[in-house]
């Protein structure tokens, strides 16, 4: 597998991906009625974000984005976002981007990050980022509406670099 920095020709691949997440309806809060523009504009951000992709046998099987949490004088913080194809789960994949969005934030100076939303029933991304050495600072009740489980909470997760 090959994390690389993404580039605009990788979206018409990537949006398969992004778009059978959002319809599963368990971690992320984007509309369900996204076209591919409205999509590619919140994935594919301008700096000082990035987007990086993971390719395996030429095929994108995740991504992830990352970039200051706040502007101005939050800008020290990182924060970021990742997406592993559903088909793909398993793999290493998600953890494969997490090292490497936390390597590329050490070098370009960031203090920390902070994930905002991260869903408490999304038992998997919660392990990971815990076995990376992130904490959860707070949980925020009832903040998100899983198709699954109805209304769940949202960890604000940290990790200082």
Known sequence: MNIREATEDDWPSF?????????????????AN????????LWMESPPSRVIVAVDEGRIVGSAKMGPNRPGRGAHVATASFMVD???HGRGIGRALGVDVIARAR????????????VETNVGAVHLWQGLGFEIL????????????????LHVMYLKL
């Open 107 to 118: 070098d370009e100076g960031y203090v920390a990050i902070q994930f905002n939303a991260v």
């Open 34 to 41: 996204l076209t591919s523009d409205d999509a590619r504009s």
């Open 138 to 153: 707070a949980t925020i009740p009832e903040a998100f509406d899983s198709a699954k489980h109805g209304l769940v909470g």
């Open 86 to 88: 559903p088909n793909s």
């Open 15 to 31: 949006f398969p991906i992004f778009s059978a997440i959002i319809a599963a309806g368990e971690t992320y809060a984007y509309s």
